[in-house]
Each structure stands twice: as C-alpha cells, then as structure tokens.
C-alpha cells in the first residue's frame, strides 16, 4: 500500500509523522474523504473548497490543491481499486505539547482503502448527547473526531450503522458522519446549516438534484417522519428502516427510492459536479 506524504508516495510501512505533530497530540487538523470508482474520485473539486473551508476555520494556511490533486491521483493510481475511500487529512505540523501552533509548518497525508457498498437500507439510533451549533468547530470537518468514535460505538451496540444528534436547543441536527433527511408529506426536509450540521458534500448534491428544503426540525420529527434516509459520502442515499425502536414501513419509501435513483444517474453522468 502507498500514500502520499509531505511531497511524495511513501510505503505505508515506512511512512513517518511526527509523534508531536499537532494533528495527533491536539486534534489540529481537516480531512476530507473521498469516493473513489475504479480509481476516479468523485466531486473532487467541491471537497477541496470545503477542505480550506475548515483549514481557514482553524486559521491553518490554505492548502495547495493542485499539490492535493497530484497526491489524490498518485495515490489512486498506486492503489488501484473498485470501490476506495480517499483520505485527505491536513494538520497543523510538528508543535509544540500545547495548544500553541509550532513553526515547522503542515502536514499533508493521503491514503486509500479499499471499502464495499453500503446496504440499501439501514439503521439509526439517537444519541443523548449533542452537538454545539455555537461553538468554534461548528460546520468544520475536523480531526477531532473523538465525540463522534463514541457516539457511533453506542450506535453498534444497539445494532445499528448510524448515531443521530440534536443540537443544544433540541432540534435534529446530523449524524455521526453523515447527514440526515426526513419526508413529510411527500416533501424532502433536512436540517439547514444553522442547526450546526456539516455542510456535506452528499447533502448539497442531494438538495440540488431533488430540490429537498433546508427546515429547521425538532428532533421528535424522527418519530413522525413518513421516511428518513442518510447521505455521505460512502453512503450515497441510504434509505432509514429503524430509528431507535421505530421500524419504518417499506423502507425505501416511494421518495427516497427515487432520490436513490436520481442520485444515482447524476452522480453517474458527472464525477466532479
């Protein structure tokens, strides 16, 4: 296996970060991740705009992404694959044991894994705790990551795929790493930003392709939704059967099977839309 580090394809074997570098010891760091098909990454473009969203958000310089291109397409090429998830992480370099920045500058790793479809459908549980739509790494895709290992370790454990949040004020916020839509009466519904949800990649697609309306929703919608279905990356439209002890009826329901489609035949028709 081969990835892209600080210039260049490494072994995975050899290939070496600092034990002090700001990413590891403090979280300081973005990431994106990619879907990658028979070695062609999918909406490149619009996940290298976000990925300098979040550097600028943490006051990280912007990355280069014609360096970022070249390393996805070494990378790819070096690993050649059916099904592959891209990792773009970027840190804050080697630094010091604080939370005060060093001066040796970023730290730019890219990696694949080979992964599998995801089912059709799946479950979800909510989870008690929540996320902050005030706080200072709201709407950035950072690699402080640990809330969301914890939330979703209580997800396996109930036998499901998926954690749901709400945020502070009690309204549906997003999942661990995915976003979440809801049907009503025959409308598309999903959390707007200001709900302190990820901008994802997926989520923007979907509303643009099936014109799903951005509502500010309370998190008891999942107990009256009619259908509930997850986007990401990885996931594509993934249809909801469960929310905690709800069983969904004929998941997927008649909207989301078509949302499935049309996602489908214009992510199909067009890699870096």
């Not at 995801?118 to 950035?140: I, Q």
């Not at 004020?169 to 990820?198: K, M, Q, W, Y």
């Amino acid at each position: 296996m081969k990835i892209w580090l600080d210039g260049g394809l490494r072994d995975t074997g050899s290939a070496r970060v600092s034990v002090l570098d700001h990413g590891l010891t403090v979280g300081d760091g973005v990431f994106e991740t990619v879907k990658a098909t028979d070695g062609k990454p999918f909406a490149l473009t619009r996940h290298l705009d976000r990925l300098t969203r979040s550097a600028r958000g943490l006051g990280l310089p912007d990355p280069d992404h014609d360096e970022v291109r070249r390393a996805c397409a070494a990378v790819l090429a070096a690993n050649p694959a059916p099904l592959g998830r891209l990792r773009i992480t970027y840190t804050g370099g080697d630094g010091p044991l604080g939370s005060d920045r060093g001066e040796h500058g970023t730290t730019l790793v890219v990696a694949l894994g080979e992964t599998t479809r995801r089912p059709d459908s799946t479950s979800v549980v909510t989870v008690p705790w929540t996320r902050n739509e005030r706080g200072a790494l709201t709407g950035l895709k950072t690699t402080s990551y640990a809330e969301n290992v914890v939330a979703l370790a209580r997800a396996r454990e109930h036998g499901a795929s998926e954690a749901l949040f709400g945020n502070t004020a009690g309204r549906l916020c997003e999942g661990t790493g995915s976003n979440v839509f809801v049907v009503l009466d025959g409308e598309i519904h999903t959390p707007p930003l200001a709900s302190g949800c990820l901008a994802g990649i997926t989520r923007a697609l979907a509303i643009e392709w099936t014109g799903a309306q951005e509502t500010d929703l309370p998190l008891d919608v999942l107990e009256r939704a009619d259908e509930v279905f997850l986007t990401s990356t990885l996931r594509d439209v993934q249809a909801v059967h469960r929310v905690d002890e709800r069983a969904l009826p004929g998941a997927a329901g008649p909207v989301t099977a078509k949302a499935m489609r049309i996602f489908a035949e214009r992510s199909g028709d067009d890699l870096d839309p």
